[in-house]
């Protein structure tokens, strides 16, 4: 759970920090010059602006990619977000428990009951898609890769950008490169630029390797948390209730 975490907060970092990963949309003038803004087929005047078009459509490729992404780790978010609100509904819990008020013991049930509905939710929409998970991040990775090669041999001025964002990913997956010697070629390519992208200890790994792991060995961790906390809240819902009941009928409470 805490390395899915991490690959969040990774790609939320690596979409910041990247010259690529904020473009926007094509404004009104660009549509207009736009190969399919006429209707006819568009032929490149000279090789700069077959160079602009296919740099645009990259960027456009990048911005649908990470959305698929996002799309598909929308389980997960919900987990993160469940776990959040879990601690607000435990101190609302305690505090109807400690006050004898079954209204903020009825709310307490209520909340786990909706709570308990998205995890179950969350669960089976990341168990449906853990395959795509791994391709779209895989896909997310290679184009990455790609454009911070690229950018660290073509412009210099933003090289620094792009290998940072490739060195968060390769930290955080504990791997370098596509394999196939690219991670040869891409620590050659951070030192040239002063900047180990690849740490030595994990040269030899495959972050395609590393990112289809992730999600086929740690995804069976996930559900076993998952149904851990599942039978926790069923076990708080009918403590819940029971304690409600009790203030009710016992002239005691």
């Not at 997960?76 to 879990?86: E, N, Q, S, T, Y």
Request: glycine content about 8%.
């Amino acid at each position: 759970m805490k390395e899915l975490t991490q690959l969040l907060s990774t790609h939320a970092q690596i979409v910041e920090i990247t010259p690529f990963g904020g473009c926007s949309p094509l404004a009104e003038d660009d549509r207009a010059d736009s190969p399919e803004a006429d209707g006819v087929p568009w032929f490149p005047k000279k090789i700069s602006d077959l160079d602009h078009h296919g740099s645009r459509r990259l960027h456009q490729m990048h911005q649908v990619h990470a959305l698929l992404l996002q799309l598909h780790l929308l389980g997960i978010h919900i987990l993160i977000a469940v776990g959040a609100v879990m601690m607000v509904v435990g101190f609302l819990g305690c505090y109807g428990a400690i006050q004898e008020s079954q209204c903020l013991l009825g709310t307490f049930f209520t909340c786990l009951v909706i709570l308990f509905a998205c995890e179950v939710a969350a669960g089976i929409l990341g168990y449906m898609h853990r395959e795509t998970i791994s391709k779209e991040m895989i896909i997310f990775y290679d184009s990455l890769y790609d454009e911070a090669m690229k950018t660290s041999l073509t412009e210099s001025d933003r090289k620094v950008a792009a290998m940072q964002g490739l060195k968060i990913f390769h930290e955080t997956l504990k791997c370098c490169g596509k394999g196939l010697g690219t991670s040869l070629f891409s620590k050659f390519v951070g030192m040239k630029d002063g900047m180990d992208v690849c740490s030595t200890e994990y040269v030899a790994v495959s972050c395609h390797t590393s990112i289809n792991d992730l999600f086929s060995t740690k995804i069976h961790i996930v559900g076993i948390a998952a149904l851990v906390i599942a039978i926790i809240m069923i076990f708080e819902m009918i403590f819940s209730m029971v304690l409600c009941c009790g203030i009710r009928n016992s002239p005691v409470y």
